[in-house]
Nanobody, 124 residues
Framework: QVQLVESGGGLVQAGDSLRLSCVAS????????MGWFRQTPGKDREFVAA????????DYANSVKGRFTFSRDNSKNTVYLQMNSLKFEDTAVYYCAASLKYGNVRYPSNYDYWGQGTQVTVSS
């Protein structure tokens, strides 16, 4: 098993930046595909960004391309989501997830472990 803990959320104004962190324990993140998702009350969990387990390829949702950057630091067993030019529509609880599967990284059902989430609120 792997345990995931997100941090870095907060309240910002449109146009500002935040960096989210996800620290993993129990297993090394190199053994997993890693992803970021977000969810607003009343809506389904939405794919944001991910790195595949097998090929190590990055993937981003169209809504965040050019603004968000996914990265990882294996020495710290941590992945990050750098969020720039934040919009009101980015407001959500952001979740880190780990996958042992080789399925499509955009689907929440393909992930095995989830963090508790961190709130990001962007004022307009």
């Amino acid at each position: 098993q792997v345990q995931l803990v997100e941090s870095g959320g907060g309240l910002v104004q449109a146009g500002d930046s935040l960096r989210l962190s996800c620290v993993a324990s129990g297993q090394t993140i190199s053994s997993y595909g890693m992803g970021w998702f977000r969810q607003t009350p009343g809506k389904d969990r939405e794919f944001v960004a991910a790195i595949t387990r097998d090929a190590g390829l990055m993937d981003y949702a169209n809504s965040v391309k050019g603004r968000f950057t996914f990265s990882r630091d294996n020495s710290k067993n941590t992945v990050y989501l750098q969020m720039n030019s934040l919009k009101f529509e980015d407001t959500a609880v952001y979740y880190c997830a780990a996958s042992l599967k080789y399925g499509n990284v955009r689907y929440p059902s393909n992930y095995d472990y989830w963090g508790q989430g961190t709130q990001v609120t962007v004022s307009s």
